[in-house]
């Protein structure tokens, strides 16, 4: 099996919602996001690639026309923790790129939510 990454950042703030009042969370607050979208496949196209980096473009293209510099709360129409978030851009990209299998978000150098659709 072959697999391959790619990175991308955007900055927005959000509130989490369902959190006790004197949680920081609850306040509205910023990250530095990035995220990650993974690929594979179990045979390389004739290039030798599992996708071409350049034709995840669509994604780049998501990410700073919809989420960078946005109050993601006003985005999502769900609460914009860093799991739904991943499941969202998951979701959102899988039908024209079958070669991903998961999706990470990190608010933080420290922090990472991945949604796998099939971890087997």
């Known amino acids: 099996m072959y697999k391959i990454s790619k990175q991308f950042a955007f900055s927005a703030s959000h509130i989490l919602e369902g959190l006790p009042q004197e949680h920081p969370c609850a306040r509205m607050h910023g990250h530095n996001y990035i995220v990650t979208v993974h ?4 045979q390389l196209n004739k290039v030798g690639f599992v996708k071409d980096y350049r034709e995840l473009s669509a994604v780049k293209e998501y990410i700073d026309n919809e989420l960078d510099h946005r109050h993601l709360n006003d985005v ?3 609460n914009p ?12 990209f ?21 949604y796998e659709a099939d971890c087997k």
């Open 39 to 42: 690929l594979k496949a179990e």
């Open 76 to 78: 999502f129409p769900f």
């Open 81 to 92: 923790t860093a799991e739904n978030m991943a499941k969202a851009i998951y979701d959102r």
């Open 94 to 114: 899988k039908p024209e790129m079958p070669e991903l299998y998961a999706v990470e978000v990190s608010e933080t150098p420290k922090t990472t939510a991945i």
